[in-house]
C-alpha cells in the first residue's frame, strides 16, 4: 500500500505539506473505505479531525501516452527527483511558468497561477517553500484533476483541496454521487433489463427545480472551460459518475482525470497510430478522425464539450419538467446536442444555446428557494 511508503519518504526529508504531519505523526488523517481496485490509482474516503473528504494517491508507473491509458507522465511525478536541490524560488517558479504553458499554451495571466501554486506549495504557511514541499508541489502538478483544481480556483464546480502529503492528496466530499441513477452491484446490474434500469435511474433524482439548479452548473463548468482564464479544456468523460452535487445543489466534478488542457490533447493525439477513426479515442467521449494519407489523428475533436453535456443532462432534466418549459427545453437541447466540429467554426451557435439553456433553467427556478 501507498501509505508507509509516502509517510517514509516524509521521515526521509524528500516530501512534505499539509496533511504529512497529520497523516504520519498525529495520525489525525487517516483512510477508510477504498473505492477502486486499480492498483496505479488508489481512492479512499478520509478523515480529517472533522473534515471528511476523498483521499486520492497515484502510483509509479512507466510513462504511457497511448490512449487507453491517461494522458499524464507518472514516472516523473512520483519519483520527486525535482526541483533539484539548491534549486531557488525564483528558478521553481520559472519551472512552474514552463510547465503551464506546456499544458495550457502562453496565456497572459500564467504568472498569477503560478503565484497561486506557488502559496499553495508553503504548506505550513512559514513564508518559506522548501525542496520537500517544492518536490510534492511539482508532482501534483503532473495531475491533470489538481491542474484542474487551481484552474477553477474561484469557482465552485471542483470540490476545494483539503491537503496534501507528496502526491497525495485531500479533496473535500461531495456527498451525493453519481449525478443521478444509482450505483448497483455489478452482479445485479448485468440481470437488470436496460428499460428498468433508466426507469430506476430518474427514481433516485432530487427535485426537478434541483436539477435544473445542478444542470446549470454543468453549463457554467463548460463555459468556464472553454476559452476560460487558463485556456480551454476537453471534457473527455461526460459520464453521470464524474459529476456529483452537494447538499445545496452545487454542482461538483468528483473525477477530474479526464478533462484535459487542450493544447495537451492536441499534443498527444497527433502522435497517434491509426487505421480508422475509433483509433482516435481518448476517454470515452474525445475522438478526432484517423487522416489516412499519414495513418495519424487529427488533432480536432468532432464534438464540443457543450454536444456531450447536454447529451448527458437530456433524460435527467427533461424527466419531470414543468409543462410550461418542456417544450423549448427539449428543442434547445436536441440543437445542443447536434453540435459538431470545432467550437472555433461555430463559436457564436455555441454561445447562443449555451446561454439559452441556462436563461430557460433559471428563469424557471430563479424565484424559488431552490435557487
Request: overall charge negative; some cysteine; hydrophobic content about 35%.
Amino acid at each position: 500500500m501507498f501509505l508507509p511508503l509516502c509517510c517514509d519518504k516524509y521521515r526521509k526529508g524528500v516530501i512534505d505539506g499539509s496533511a504529512c504531519s497529520s497523516l504520519c505523526e498525529k495520525e489525525t488523517l487517516y483512510l477508510g473505505k477504498c473505492f477502486t481496485a486499480k492498483p496505479n490509482s488508489q481512492v479512499y474516503s478520509g478523515h480529517w479531525g472533522d473534515l471528511q473528504g476523498v483521499v486520492k494517491c497515484q502510483m509509479e508507473e512507466a510513462p504511457h501516452y497511448d490512449l487507453g491509458g491517461e494522458m499524464e507522465p507518472r514516472k516523473e511525478a512520483s519519483a520527486f527527483n525535482k526541483p533539484t536541490k539548491g534549486t531557488s524560488v525564483e528558478k521553481f517558479r520559472e519551472m512552474i511558468v514552463g510547465h503551464l504553458k506546456a499544458k495550457v499554451e502562453d496565456q497572459a495571466n500564467l504568472a498569477d497561477l503560478a503565484t497561486h501554486v506557488l502559496s499553495v506549495a508553503d504548506a505550513n504557511k512559514d513564508g518559506h517553500i522548501s525542496l520537500p514541499e517544492a518536490r510534492s508541489t511539482w508532482a501534483l502538478l503532473q495531475l491533470n484533476e489538481f491542474l484542474l483544481a487551481l484552474v477553477l480556483q474561484d469557482r465552485e464546480h471542483t470540490p476545494k483541496l483539503l491537503g496534501f502529503c507528496g502526491d497525495l492528496y485531500m479533496m473535500e466530499k461531495v456527498p451525493n454521487s453519481p449525478l443521478y441513477g444509482i450505483s448497483l452491484p455489478w452482479i445485479v446490474e448485468v440481470w437488470i433489463p436496460a428499460g428498468l434500469r433508466r426507469s430506476m435511474d430518474q427514481w433516485f433524482t432530487p427535485s426537478w427545480p434541483h436539477k435544473a439548479k445542478i444542470s446549470i452548473g454543468l453549463l457554467e463548468l463548460v463555459e468556464d472551460i472553454f476559452h476560460g482564464t487558463f485556456g480551454s479544456f476537453l471534457m473527455c468523460d461526460v459520464s453521470t459518475a464524474t459529476f456529483g452535487y452537494n447538499d445545496r445543489h452545487d454542482f461538483k466534478v468528483m473525477d477530474a482525470r479526464y478533462i484535459i488542457p487542450e493544447a495537451t490533447f492536441q499534443e498527444r493525439i497527433r502522435q497517434q497510430r491509426c487505421d480508422a477513426d475509433e483509433d482516435c479515442l481518448y476517454g470515452t467521449d474525445c475522438l478526432t478522425s484517423c487522416d489516412l494519407t499519414k495513418h495519424r489523428c487529427t488533432p480536432e475533436v468532432t464534438r464540443p464539450n457543450l454536444a456531450k453535456a447536454c447529451d448527458t443532462l437530456k433524460d435527467y432534466i427533461l424527466q419531470g419538467a414543468p409543462s410550461d418549459v418542456s417544450e423549448e427545453l427539449e428543442k434547445q437541447l436536441y440543437a445542443c446536442i447536434a453540435l459538431k466540429g470545432s467550437v472555433e467554426q461555430m463559436e457564436m451557435e455555441h454561445s447562443l444555446i449555451l446561454n439559452n439553456l441556462k436563461t430557460l433553467l433559471w428563469k424557471k427556478i430563479s424565484h424559488t428557494k431552490d435557487s
